[in-house]
């Protein structure tokens, strides 16, 4: 493959919320960003941005800094600019139907009653967009404590373990195209 891509995490802004559940998709654009020696996240499409080429492909990242429920905002102004097409635009997000540590490519459908993903549908008119879902489990009680609560400490000894198989889902997702990424990935 050749051209470009947006890869966006999504997470809320600020420290309180920075290690939470909600903000996986962040931490893995973050990671990496730093494992394929991105230069420094700048303000830029009301989020953070930074990009880095990964042999003849473009890689643009975006941190939307607009909270969750209005990462959309964040996304369209990246989009635009990035002269992408939607099958470029790939979304890191939690997913309260995985449990944790489990990673799951998919491209379209349904958004799961995701905020994020429903702020990126609305404003882009579509869901065909590509996600990596990263789980962390439903919890028992309430969902808003769950994914706005820090990781145990069990979860974040397994983190850089699920952000190093995620890395190199994305990197198959970037070379070789969704289907081969689903086939090897899906199901880890």
Do not use: C
Request: charged content about 20%; glycine content about 12%.
């Amino acid at each position: 493959m050749e051209g470009s891509f947006l890869l966006v995490g999504l997470g809320n802004p600020g420290s309180e919320y920075a290690n939470t559940r909600h903000n996986i998709g962040a931490m893995l654009l973050e990671y990496i960003a730093q494992q394929w020696h991105a230069g420094s996240f700048r303000k830029k499409y009301d989020g953070f941005f930074t990009s880095t080429d990964l042999g003849n492909i473009r890689v643009n990242f975006l941190f939307p800094q607009t909270y969750m429920n209005l990462s959309g905002n964040s996304v369209k102004k990246a989009f635009k600019n990035s002269n992408i097409t939607i099958d470029r635009l790939i979304i890191l997000h939690d997913e309260a139907d995985l449990e944790f540590g489990k990673m799951k490519i998919k491209v379209g459908g349904g958004l799961a009653g995701h905020n994020g993903l429903r702020s990126i549908s609305q404003q882009l008119g579509t869901n065909d967009f590509i996600r990596i879902r990263l789980g962390v489990g439903r919890p028992a009680s309430s969902m808003t404590k769950h994914v706005l609560g820090r990781f145990s400490q069990l979860e974040r000894t397994e983190i850089k373990e699920i952000f190093d198989t995620s890395l190199k889902a994305v990197e198959a997702l970037l070379l070789k195209g969704p289907s081969y990424a689903m086939n090897t990935f899906n199901g880890l």
